[in-house]
């Protein structure tokens, strides 16, 4: 179960989480969540901090002996959320939250750095602490700090992120493919417009834009394997002024989910064919415009075995759940462009004590009692990889 500095260190994480969530800043915008961070990490001997971006710091702990490196990573960013829990601790910021539990991300991370800094002499290797900006907001900061260098030499990768999906004490797992990569397509229907007593001197593009819109229904069905999951949604359309008038255009957008590869990058050629050919047959055109969001998180198979084997031997085998994919995008995936890493789902649901809105809601609440069971997978994570007898 729990070390014993694990759990002396416990009401310190809880602090240091409440402290973040009561001044929670935007993605980009963490200036003093990062002075904060610096200023903690400052206080453990051995580390060595960088700044290579704006906002977010990198800590480094060099082991006594050679070896590998690992990054851990959390991300530090919080939403545009206008809290609702009237917690003593709740945002001090109008209309900004920590609504995802990305303070308890960076909390525990701290945490890690404090015990690990204690223990230089039984590590081979180098451990970078990554605290992470920006990930609610793509281009995202994982990719930034990766652009600066962070990730040159780093062998292996890993994060978690709370979930208020599966309870406290839980570990949510699964090697491969854990999160979707999230596109945005947007397409311009051109027509021609006119007076709506005369359609057969315009070309009409809300017609036309409906066809197309019925079309993409068959993308998924039609032009992707069935043992490939995809979503393709319209969300938002916009067209016309007036009751009498055929306007000119019609702007359809809408999002892509993918999980493998291929069909990721099969997706606008196969969104534009459409397009462009029902707005030809109806004498129109179109422009499309294919917007990357974030590439998905594929767990590396061994280090996921690896890392289940060591929840395991920590809190037993029950505490390891095999997941399904996640729909929600990660820009961890980023940092993996550079590295095999593993990224795992900490449970944080608790009936009980009432912890069960989902993140991103104005009246999420953390299970604070997860924080320990991340710190402690995170300690002995880095032990274990960075240990004399580390395969
Ligand atoms: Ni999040």
Same mark, same amino acid.
């Given at each position: 179960?729990?070390?014993?500095?694990?759990? $002396?260190?416990?009401?310190?994480?809880?602090?240091?989480? !409440?402290?973040?969530?009561?001044?929670p800043?935007l993605s980009?915008?963490?200036?003093?969540?990062?002075?904060?961070?610096?200023?903690?990490?400052?206080?453990?001997?051995?580390?060595?901090?960088?700044?290579?971006?704006?906002?977010?710091?990198? $800590?480094?702990?060099?082991?006594?002996?050679?070896?590998?490196? #690992?990054?851990? !990573?959390?991300d530090?960013d919080a939403l545009p959320i206008q809290e609702e829990t009237?917690?003593?601790?709740?945002?001090?910021?109008?209309?900004v939250m920590h609504a995802c539990g990305h303070d308890?991300?960076?909390?525990?991370?701290?945490?890690?750095?404090?015990?690990?800094?204690?223990?230089?002499?039984? +590590?081979?290797?180098?451990?970078?602490?990554?605290?992470?900006?920006?990930e609610e907001l793509?281009?995202? =900061?994982?990719?930034?700090?990766?652009?600066? =260098?962070?990730?040159?030499?780093?062998?292996?990768?890993?994060?978690?992120h709370l979930s208020s999906t599966?309870?406290?004490?839980? @570990?949510?797992?699964?090697?491969?493919?854990?999160?979707?990569?999230t596109? *945005?397509?947007?397409?311009?229907?051109?027509?021609?417009?006119?007076?709506?007593?005369?359609?057969?001197?315009?070309?009409?593009?809300?017609? #036309?834009?409906?066809?197309?819109?019925?079309?993409?229904?068959?993308?998924?069905?039609?032009?992707?394997?069935?043992?490939?999951?995809?979503?393709?949604?319209?969300?938002?359309?916009?067209? =016309?002024?007036?009751?009498?008038? #055929?306007?000119?255009?019609?702007? #359809?957008?809408?999002?892509? *989910?993918?999980?493998?590869?291929?069909?990721?990058?099969?997706?606008?050629?196969?969104?534009?064919?459409?397009?462009? =050919?029902?707005?030809?047959?109806?004498?129109?055109?179109?422009?499309?415009?294919?917007?990357?969001?974030? $590439?998905?998180?594929?767990?590396?198979?061994? +280090?996921?075995?690896?890392?289940?084997?060591?929840?395991?031997?920590? @809190?037993?085998?029950?505490?390891?759940?095999?997941?399904?994919?996640l729909m929600p995008g990660e820009?961890?995936?980023?940092?993996?462009?550079?590295?095999?890493?593993?990224?795992?789902?900490?449970?944080?649901?608790?009936?009980?004590?009432?912890?069960?809105v989902p993140h991103h809601n104005s009246k999420y609440r953390m299970?604070?009692?997860?924080?320990?069971?991340?710190?402690?997978? +995170?300690?002995?994570?880095?032990?274990?990889?960075?240990?004399?007898?580390?395969?």
């Amino acid at each position: 179960m729990f070390s014993q500095e694990v759990l $002396a260190l416990a009401p310190q994480v809880i602090q240091w989480r !409440r402290r973040m969530h009561q001044h929670p800043e935007l993605s980009f915008q963490e200036f003093s969540t990062t002075d904060f961070l610096k200023e903690e990490l400052q206080k453990i001997p051995g580390l060595v901090l960088e700044t290579p971006t704006k906002t977010g710091v990198v $800590a480094v702990l060099k082991g006594t002996h050679p070896g590998r490196t #690992i990054a851990l !990573r959390a991300d530090i960013d919080a939403l545009p959320i206008q809290e609702e829990t009237e917690l003593p601790f709740a945002s001090d910021t109008r209309g900004v939250m920590h609504a995802c539990g990305h303070d308890g991300h960076a909390a525990m991370l701290l945490a890690a750095a404090v015990l690990l800094a204690k223990k230089r002499e039984q +590590l081979w290797g180098e451990v970078r602490f990554l605290f992470q900006h920006a990930e609610e907001l793509p281009p995202g =900061g994982a990719a930034e700090m990766a652009r600066a =260098g962070v990730m040159a030499g780093v062998d292996e990768a890993y994060s978690l992120h709370l979930s208020s999906t599966f309870p406290t004490g839980t @570990f949510g797992v699964r090697a491969g493919a854990l999160t979707s990569a999230t596109d *945005r397509f947007d397409i311009r229907i051109i027509g021609k417009g006119g007076h709506s007593a005369f359609p057969e001197t315009c070309v009409d593009p809300i017609v #036309i834009a409906a066809q197309v819109i019925t079309a993409l229904q068959t993308v998924v069905s039609r032009r992707i394997r069935a043992v490939e999951p995809a979503v393709v949604s319209v969300c938002m359309l916009s067209a =016309g002024q007036a009751y009498n008038i #055929i306007p000119g255009e019609v702007d #359809i957008t809408g999002s892509t *989910r993918t999980f493998d590869r291929d069909t990721r990058e099969k997706l606008p050629a196969v969104l534009e064919q459409l397009a462009r =050919g029902i707005c030809e047959a109806n004498g129109g055109a179109c422009e499309c415009k294919f917007t990357k969001g974030y $590439a998905s998180v594929i767990n590396d198979k061994e +280090l996921t075995r690896n890392s289940r084997q060591i929840i395991a031997d920590t @809190f037993g085998d029950g505490a390891v759940l095999e997941i399904d994919p996640l729909m929600p995008g990660e820009d961890f995936s980023s940092l993996l462009d550079h590295c095999p890493g593993f990224f795992v789902e900490l449970g944080a649901r608790n009936e009980e004590t009432g912890c069960t809105v989902p993140h991103h809601n104005s009246k999420y609440r953390m299970d604070e009692d997860a924080l320990p069971y991340g710190t402690e997978y +995170l300690y002995q994570l880095v032990l274990n990889r960075l240990s004399r007898d580390a395969d």
